[in-house]
């Protein structure tokens, strides 16, 4: 006689029980947006639409031929140019290369930095106020409590002593908003006597506007690993860099972490056991990237002058822009509800980035990303200019 298995009864619901993905949310005005006579203008996402440098490209193509594994910690040549463009670029010299570590994309390793710490249950996770959803994200993964701060010095002692790991995210997604160099060195300060660490995303980092612009007569934008910030040790710090915005590499997956040695060897060591790597020839695209800065300033360039052409608009529209001092956002309000002005904007074929979407201090609240073709935020511009924001609020 043949037994049938019984199905499987699992004794609690399979999956980790997160949210629905929220960028799900937004078909319906993408369908709104789409019946506009001269075609949507997709502003929601921060998404290149420029080309991959050629040098880059190249670099990919000669390291085509990778049949071994690659390892998780990199190789020495990528680690060793991404410690001279640390110095190079980010006023942070003598790092080692051993304190650097690629990933796959900056993405993931904000998702699983909680869970590679060890954190748990007991543990808080602090976050800016306004943040991009990942962070919560990567806190729900290990079972950490979320706190939405931008200073320390506000939580409830209870809530302090539970604290190991702090995020920092200058620029700011969304807001666009930098933390001084004196703003960052107090942080710092504070979660060193808690004994947590501090993670800085500073993916944005080469694009600074205005007191922000190197080129025009600004400062770079601070970096957690600076001296005047670090007080001369990396202890309990990371920095997380992506190249998808300045290189136009977001379908590659190229980042990278630097910081305490100690815990980029963890953070290593746990990589290896999970096949967590990134492959070698993104490493050698990453390498070639590194060591130009011309496609850098060009990129950027095309950047200031979208930016220069959709900001004027927003303001005569009637949004208030506010922060938006680096990055590739314009972070506005219509002084109403978030979706009211999603729905306005989709009625005019623009999409926008929902403010809700990054904390209860997001509502009322939208974002709308300078990385649309010329011509799409030409057309953008040209819709808001017929539009005034204001009438009825």
């Not at 699992?10 to 075609?39: C, E, V």
Request: net charge negative; aromatic share 6%.
């Amino acid at each position: 006689m043949t037994v049938q298995p019984k199905p499987l009864t699992p004794t609690r619901p399979l999956g980790l029980g997160l949210p629905d993905y929220p960028w799900d949310t937004m078909a319906p005005y993408k369908t709104i947006a789409a019946n506009h006579p001269d075609g949507p203008v997709d502003l929601s996402l921060g998404t290149p639409v420029d080309p991959t440098p050629l040098i880059i490209r190249e670099a990919l193509v000669r390291s085509a031929n990778a049949p071994g594994y690659p390892g998780a910690h990199g190789t020495a040549s990528l680690r060793e140019t991404i410690a001279f463009w640390f110095a190079r670029r980010r006023n942070v010299a003598h790092l080692s290369p051993e304190a650097i570590m690629p990933t796959v994309g900056s993405k993931e390793i904000i998702a699983w930095l909680p869970f590679m710490l060890g954190l748990g249950p007991l543990d808080v996770v602090v976050r800016p106020k306004i943040a991009y959803p990942t962070y919560d994200i990567g806190a729900k993964l290990c079972g950490a409590t979320v706190v939405a701060s931008d200073s320390l010095e506000e939580l409830d002692p209870a809530v302090l002593r539970r604290v190991r790991l702090v995020w920092i995210n200058s620029p700011g997604n969304p807001t666009g908003q930098v933390r001084d160099l004196a703003s960052m060195k107090s942080m710092v300060g504070q979660a060193r006597e808690l004994g947590a660490v501090v993670a800085s995303d500073e993916c944005y980092a080469e694009l600074g506007w205005g007191a922000w612009d190197p080129e025009e007569g600004g400062s770079p934008v601070p970096c957690v690993l600076d001296p005047e910030v670090a007080g001369g040790s990396h202890q309990g710090l990371l920095s997380l860099y992506s190249l998808s915005k300045q290189s136009n590499l977001a379908g590659y997956r190229a980042a990278f972490v630097a910081g305490d040695e100690k815990i980029i060897a963890n953070l290593v060591n746990t990589r290896k056991h999970a096949g967590m790597i990134v492959p070698s020839p993104i490493m050698a695209a990453m390498e070639a990237a590194l060591t130009s800065d011309e496609h850098v300033r060009e990129q950027k360039n095309t950047y200031r002058r979208r930016r220069e052409i959709l900001l004027p608009a927003l303001l005569r529209a009637g949004l208030k822009v506010e922060h938006s001092e680096a990055g590739l956002y314009l972070w506005a309000t219509a002084g109403q509800d978030t979706w009211q002005t999603v729905q306005a904007m989709a009625e005019l074929g623009i999409i926008v980035g929902p403010g809700a979407f990054y904390g209860q201090a997001g509502e009322g609240y939208v974002r709308f990303a300078i990385t649309g073709s010329d011509e799409r935020v030409a057309a953008a511009a040209q819709r808001l200019e017929a539009a005034n924001m204001t009438a009825g609020t």
